[in-house]
């Protein structure tokens, strides 16, 4: 955390918390860096979904080469936002209106993921004659590691409702392309540009290369049996993050490295890549102050303002979010000062749930008294957005957006 950033949190009135505080300079910088990491031939989008705010999206221009949107609601606040910036769609079960809001708002790639999708799509453009749309089919590939069994979010590799199995996806190939030198029924008005798999999230750079090989192999052959030139693959996002300990990063040097040898084998092929957690993870920071401090059952517990309802993170994945502390000294009140005497505590939110923490038996509790403020880190990507905001209908946090 920056000076800058703990300054604004540390002026904030106690009634302007919770507070989301978004480092956007960090943001940037942390962009930049992943972009000097990649190859030339790596395009790099980012998945909308992982933190949609506008300003985050804007401070990511420079650094990515699109977004990935997987809503017709996505699809409009992103092209809102940053209106000249190419989008992707993807995500299963498009409904006929937002595919043709996505065809008139001239999407970049599409992500189909099932055969009737493309149907569909392809029932829109013959209302619009002479549009034609560059297409990925988006496969559900068996690979063969065991990378994708640890991980939480599993997308792929395995029965779900996301893209084709490789069976089906060499009919659309045939509905697409034909006998590869006459198009097929479906051929005409849409063009078959290659492959997309995102198959998991939560990989490290070895896991996310072995994957990323396997697809591109797997692709290459598909498009050698069917003659068609394969001109992208996208090995989708899924850049591991670590809650547990901050400082480890993903490492995208490695990443890089790793993708420029598999660019190499495959001449005129070019890479994307869409993350969203690994992008926007840790330029977000959930501010907030303790209630109240009690013991129980020989435990201490931290109450502070707000809760899971703004930040579900922790509690879908199960972990304890991290944070620092911003010790207030002043304490204006008669009572004694309520503090952890324990050496640890669990910080739970104001709901009326025991599933409402945040951070559980944490020793960086240690002396925590009421009114201190506590900063969660790593709030930056799927915490506002994926949180059941009017359960209990506390107040809305704050939003602030430094650096911009
Ligand atoms: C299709 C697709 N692409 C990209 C992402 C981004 O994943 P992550 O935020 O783990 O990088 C997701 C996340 O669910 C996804 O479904």
């Known amino acids: 955390m920056t000076e800058t950033v703990r300054r604004h949190i540390a002026a904030l009135a106690p009634d302007a918390l919770p507070a989301y505080v978004y480092d956007l300079a960090a943001l ?30 804007a401070a990511l221009r420079d650094a990515v ?17 940053v209106p000249d910036a190419p989008l992707a769609f993807g995500g299963p079960g498009k409904t006929p209106a937002e595919i043709a809001a996505a065809v008139d708002a001239g999407v970049h790639r599409w992500h189909v993921e099932s055969e009737q999708e493309l149907h569909r799509l392809d029932a ?21 590691t065991g990378a994708l069994d640890a991980v939480a979010l599993a997308m792929g590799g395995r029965p779900t409702p996301f893209g084709l199995d490789p069976d089906r996806a060499e009919e659309c190939v045939r509905l697409l392309t034909g006998d590869g030198s006459d198009p097929g029924p479906l051929g005409r008005r849409l063009r078959l540009r290659g492959v997309h798999a995102h198959l998991a999230s939560g990989l490290t750079a070895v896991e996310q290369l072995a994957v990323a090989e396997q697809i591109v192999t797997w692709s290459a052959a598909l498009a050698e049996r069917h003659g068609f030139p394969l001109a992208e693959v996208n090995v989708g996002g899924g850049m591991a993050v670590d809650y ?44 907030t102050e303790v209630l109240d401090v009690k013991q129980s059952h020989g435990e201490d517990f931290a109450v502070v303002r707000g809760g899971t309802h703004h930040l579900r993170t922790p509690a879908t994945r199960g972990h304890s979010q991290p944070f620092e502390v911003l010790p207030v000294d002043a304490w204006p009140h008669p009572w004694p000062r309520p503090a952890v005497g324990t050496g640890r505590a669990t910080l739970a939110g104001q709901l009326c749930t025991p599933k409402d923490v945040l951070a559980r038996a944490a020793s960086g509790a240690d002396g925590l008294r009421a009114a201190d403020r506590v900063l969660f880190a790593m709030a930056g990507a799927y915490a506002w957005n994926i949180s059941h905001h009017e359960f209990l209908m506390h107040p809305r946090p704050g939003f602030h957006y430094l650096g911009s």
């Not at 080469?65 to 092209?79: N, P």
């Not at 829109?124 to 297409?135: H, I, N, Q, S």
């Open 28 to 57: 940037r910088a942390h962009a930049a860096a992943v972009r000097a990491a990649l190859p030339e031939r790596v395009e790099l989008y980012y998945a909308a979904k992982a933190n949609p705010e506008a300003p985050v999206l």
């Open 65 to 81: 080469d699109g977004y990935e949107v997987s809503s017709g609601g996505e699809l409009a606040h992103v092209r809102a936002a």
């Open 124 to 144: 829109v453009l013959t209302d619009r004659p002479g549009t034609v749309v560059d297409v990925l089919l988006r496969v559900n590939l068996p690979v063969a």
């Open 244 to 287: 547990d300990d901050p400082a480890s990063r993903f490492d995208w040097t490695a990443f890089g490295e790793g993708l420029t040898k598999l660019l190499d084998a495959h001449p005129g092929l070019t890479l994307r890549i869409e993350p969203g957690r690994a992008l926007t993870a840790y330029c977000g920071w959930y501010a």
